[in-house]
């Protein structure tokens, strides 16, 4: 064997796979630029965060012969440079700060974007996933409405405010304050009524509550201040109303330039949500990637928007369904030392679509699919928190599956998952029992 054929006893050796690699630390005013120090006189640079200036920026990452760039995600100032820098051609890395950490006791702007460059020419960094720019023109959209919804629901809490200082107890009889009874009482009330009985004949008749109990909670302290909060709660409620249906109306537009596939999915259950888009949601969605997620127990279709509006319809970034899970921060981890298992807990993600797909397996407790009774399985198997995280992770499964395949969803029911576990019970209890030299017989036999 010659000296060439004998193995490296230390290991591969690191070799430079990106030698046209830049590294980008993004501040808030400035932001530092490293490239290869054979490339210019002054390999580092810094340049103001103007518009203006990131045009220099590419322009000089132009002149040193650079194609791909790495930077780390600091709050929304690598917004605009990612997409100016994609815009010009460049193959541009989103990196976690937390994957890029520098030696300890030298911390500096220089010296950030020089190990980040480094780093990157080594081949030692992943870029973080970001979807398409139309499906990212759609996920703003989604994350705006959100935004609006939430800021919405404040105001409803201020109402409920001014009521309870006049002592007008409408939460106590019907609710919701804001659904139809509540919104004729309210506006009625705002316009100048005061007589009790006049404002409970304005029930709606599925309010469980008599109209004399309603009369009852409507016998108050008008003050004028607190009907004046109640009036401006009122008024910026109707304007995010309004605001939220602009919102819907540029998010149908998006949705349907994002239009592949004809068609119209199946009759769907029936799912309760004020909050829900005006148009047929369920119809785009299905339009977007040829499948209905709401066939998904669980999954509504305010999820399925979640999900596509984060993620998109092109899984090709996620190589496998673990990928997928493991982006979503749903698998459990690997903390392995010695041979020993240390922890295997899942890792902390701020994930979107995580979140929604967690919700969505709360709302599977009293499921009567296959679905339900996994969850209700792990429920009694470990604490909630963790069944939870395990029936997200089952959902991520179906959608990623259902997606990548274009097959729909089959709920085959939860006699037919208790009937499978209690096959696989009896086969590990048979298993078990041959190891010991026993045999199990049941009981009609015996």
Not at 405 to 414: A, F, I, T, W
Request: with cysteine; charged share 25%.
């Amino acid at each position: 064997m010659t000296q060439q054929d004998k193995p490296n006893k230390r290991g591969p050796r690191v070799e430079v796979t990106h030698p046209n690699a830049a590294g980008i630390d993004i501040g808030c005013a400035s932001h530092y630029v490293a490239v290869p120090a054979d490339r210019d006189d002054e390999p580092v640079r810094e340049f103001k965060s103007f518009t203006v200036d990131v045009h220099k920026l590419a322009d000089w990452l132009e002149a040193c012969g650079v194609d791909t760039v790495a930077m780390e995600s600091t709050g929304v100032y690598w917004i605009p440079v990612y997409e100016i820098l994609e815009r010009r051609g460049f193959t541009v890395l989103l990196v976690n700060a937390r994957h890029v950490k520098n030696v300890a006791g030298r911390k500096s702007d220089v010296l950030d974007c020089q190990w980040l460059q480094q780093l990157h020419s080594y081949g030692l960094l992943r870029g973080a996933f970001r979807p398409d720019d139309q499906i990212c023109v759609l996920r703003s959209l989604s994350r705006q409405r959100a935004m609006l919804l939430r800021m919405q629901a404040r105001h409803i809490q201020h109402m409920q405010k001014a009521l309870v200082q006049m002592n007008i107890q409408l939460a106590n009889v019907i609710s919701d304050v804001v659904g139809e009874t509540g919104q004729k009482i309210l506006r009625a009330v705002v316009a100048g009524e005061r007589n009790p009985y006049v404002l409970a004949a304005m029930r709606n008749v599925r309010i469980k509550a008599s109209e004399e109990e309603i009369v009852q909670s409507l016998r108050g302290n008008w003050r004028d201040e607190h009907v004046f909060s109640l009036k401006q709660a009122l008024e910026l409620f109707d304007e995010y109303a309004r605001k939220v249906a602009d919102c819907d109306e540029l998010m149908e537009q998006q949705m349907v330039r994002l239009h592949k596939h004809d068609g119209v999915p199946s009759k769907a259950r029936k799912q309760s949500g004020r909050n829900k888009p005006k148009f047929d949601l369920r119809t785009r969605l299905y339009q977007m990637c040829g499948v209905d997620l709401t066939r998904i127990d669980g999954i509504d279709v305010g999820t399925a928007m979640t999900v596509l509006a984060e993620v998109g319809v092109d899984m090709s970034k996620f190589p496998t369904v673990k990928h997928f899970a493991a982006w979503l921060g749903l698998c459990p981890g690997t903390k392995i030392s010695g041979g020993k298992v240390l922890g295997s807990k899942t890792q902390k993600c701020a994930n979107k679509t995580a979140q929604a797909l967690r919700q969505a397996a709360v709302a599977l407790k009293n499921s009567p699919s296959a679905l339900g009774a996994y969850y209700r399985r792990m429920c009694a198997k470990m604490d909630k928190p963790k069944a939870i995280t395990a029936a997200a992770h089952k959902l991520a499964r179906l959608i990623y599956t259902m997606i990548t395949k274009g097959e729909e969803y089959v709920d085959q029911g939860q006699a037919y998952y208790e009937e499978r576990y209690r096959q696989r019970v009896e086969i590990n209890l048979r298993r078990k029992a041959e190891s010991l030299g026993l045999r199990i017989v049941p009981m009609e036999a015996a």
